[in-house]
């Protein structure tokens, strides 16, 4: 039998239960660990303290030091962040505390230059519709990363708990402690979960800006009932329900399905199956995948925990009503027993069961039957790497024929939430044709990516320099699926999201 890492008493047994293993023998032992943990972060004035020592001891003339101090800062600033916006959400009662506006990306006008000339894509441009204008004057002092921005920075690993190795059982430690406390305490004890929570909702919703939102909404709403948390169940266990419940009444209130995309008149689609559309569907970015579930948890669960992140699972759940949803993400995903899922959901252990059968079913009618086709792996294979380079260097280098040997011939391309779809290598090289060559109304000016990672995927962020301008600004990020060495499908997303991945919504542009 294991022992607790904080009291050193027995954990409870797990006869018959798979793949994880408890750290710690309660909610209060795993409270106490998070307080004692370097780096958690959990008490605001520790943590004010660290930072001020941090910023006393920088060393500029020291580089690799220097930057290496300052990206540990970082994170404890936005650590910092965390806890003050949940806690002055708490005392304000609430979610509207504002965010920090992201620079404008210069997307064009879809509309301005022919049918296709607002696609995103391999090299093209941000589709969203929102014409911004394109400042002349720029300067490389005007090229920041963006301050401030939620998810912006270095990877949070503060935020890091037992996610899928915590047992769903009761503990009053907790329950002491939020009746003793005020919304400071309340913050320091919800943080934790604060990552493992908006990943649950973006499971749930499909979006990683409404997932953003939910949480939020999820932690106001925990703190307005705090005295109704009687320690029955696990404080994780009454943060799933309260977020669980805010996802269904959204999804209740925003009623939308999939559905397949339609021709766009003047634009060549190829000969395949119109794809499913998902308007809503964004990418999230792998650096927080640590949130999801920590290393101790096992092999099996780390399997668990990516596949259920990838686009293609993603959007075949999003076909299943809300409810059979969130009782499949709570049973298959997070392991929650039937008793304890039927609990947080207000539903009988029959129903839940029932349910669960259906949502099985329907998800097999979606997915595809090799999981080579959609599993994910852990990072990027060294022939992902291979195809992730020459992919930036094509687009680069304007060279089609680079471009057009990288796809798979019935490679598909879709660019949410905008009605571009293309179903063929001869449909993406015939929009690739135009916006790589300078000569077309529909080049766009110089590339730069930056290699990323999506929703267990490789991934490039693309920045345009028009011509004119002297600032290469975010178009879009690609995520790709590579099967048998080839790119089969790859999915454009809009680029307001690349703080949440680390990177720069501008980058220096090249004179000339």
């Known amino acids: 039998m294991g022992v607790c890492r904080s009291c050193g008493g027995p954990l409870p047994g797990r006869e018959g239960k798979r793949g994880r293993v408890s750290l710690y023998c309660s909610a209060a032992c795993r409270q106490r660990a998070y307080r004692g943990r370097q780096g958690a972060g959990g008490d605001a004035r520790e943590l004010i303290e660290r ?8 060393a500029p003339e020291l580089p690799e030091p220097f930057y290496h101090e300052v990206t540990g800062l970082a994170g404890d600033v936005g650590r910092l962040r965390r806890i003050a916006q949940t806690a002055y959400q708490a005392a304000l009662g609430s979610t509207s505390v504002p965010r920090p506006e992201a620079p404008a990306t210069g997307a064009i006008d879809p509309g301005a230059t022919g049918a296709a000339s607002g696609t995103t894509g391999p090299g093209t441009a941000d589709g969203g519709g929102r014409a911004q204008a394109v400042p002349e004057d720029v300067t490389d002092r005007d090229v920041t990363e963006p301050a401030g921005v939620p998810g912006a920075g270095a990877p949070e690993p503060e935020s890091v708990t037992d996610a899928g190795v915590m047992e769903w059982e009761g503990d009053d430690g907790v329950a002491d402690l939020m009746r003793d406390g005020d919304e400071w ?12 929570l908006r990943v649950h909702c973006y499971r749930m919703v499909g979006s990683y800006d409404d997932a953003e939102d939910l949480v939020q909404e999820a932690l106001l709403k925990a703190w ?3 005295d109704g948390f009687e320690g029955r169940a696990s404080f994780r266990a009454w943060l799933y329900k309260i977020a669980t419940n805010v996802c269904l009444d959204f999804l209740r209130r925003n009623s939308r399905r999939p559905a397949r995309y339609t021709p766009v008149p003047g634009m060549e689609h190829g000969d395949g199956e119109p794809p499913v559309r998902i308007t809503w569907l964004q990418p999230y970015p792998d650096r927080m995948l640590a949130e999801v579930v920590s290393p101790e948890a096992g092999p099996e669960s780390l ?20 409810r ?5 993400i709570l049973r298959d995903v997070l392991e929650c027993p039937a008793a304890r899922t039927a609990e947080l959901l207000d539903m009988s252990v029959a129903s839940v069961n029932s349910a669960l059968q259906r949502a099985r079913a329907a998800l097999r009618e979606r997915m595809p039957e090799r999981r080579g086709e959609w599993g994910p792996s852990a990072e990027t294979s060294p022939e992902e790497m291979e195809i992730l380079r020459r992919y930036m260097a094509a687009a680069v280098a304007g060279d089609t024929s680079m471009m057009a040997r990288m796809l798979a011939e019935d490679v598909v391309l879709t660019m949410p939430p905008n009605p571009y779809w293309f179903t063929s290598r001869d449909a993406v090289m015939t929009l690739l044709a135009r916006t790589f060559d300078p000569a077309s109304p529909e080049w766009f000016g110089r590339w730069r990516h930056l290699p990323t990672r999506a929703n267990g995927r490789p991934a490039v962020a693309g920045y345009v320099q028009r011509p004119g301008t002297r600032v290469y600004r975010a178009q879009n990020i690609d995520v790709l699926r590579v099967v048998d060495g080839r790119i089969a499908e790859i999915t454009t997303f809009e680029p307001h999201l690349l703080p949440a991945f680390g990177l720069p919504l501008t980058l220096p542009g090249e004179a000339g």
């Open 324 to 328: 059979q949803r969130a009782v499949l």
């Open 51 to 58: 930072i001020g020592r941090r910023v006393r001891g920088l």
């Open 303 to 322: 399997v668990v925990a990516r596949e259920t992140l990838e686009l293609v699972f993603l959007a075949a759940i999003q076909h299943l009503p809300p």
């Open 224 to 226: 307005r009932s705090r």
């Open 185 to 196: 305490e309340f913050a320091s004890l919800a943080e934790p979960y604060r990552g493992e």
